[in-house]
């Protein structure tokens, strides 16, 4: 029995080590987002449509 909790103590572990590490990189794809979306709003005040084309990823482009 002993044994048993043991591995269930590990793998609660794991697993929040697992959901910890994943909280991390939250903020940096936030940090990114903000950056892309303050850049997009500075072109479409500025009203440069080709800036505006060069910032779109490539898939959205037309």
């Known amino acids: 029995m002993r044994t048993s909790h043991r591995i269930s103590a590990l793998m609660c ?5 697992l ?4 909280c991390g990189s939250v903020g940096e794809r936030r940090s ?3 950056t892309a ?3 997009f709003e500075r ?3 500025a009203d ?3 800036g505006l084309r060069t910032a779109l990823a ?3 482009r037309s």
């Open 13 to 17: 572990l794991a697993l929040l080590g």
């Open 19 to 22: 959901v910890l590490s994943g």
């Open 32 to 34: 990114d987002a903000e």
């Open 37 to 39: 979306a303050t850049g």
């Open 43 to 45: 072109l479409l005040r």
């Open 48 to 50: 440069d449509p080709t």
């Open 58 to 60: 490539p898939e959205t």
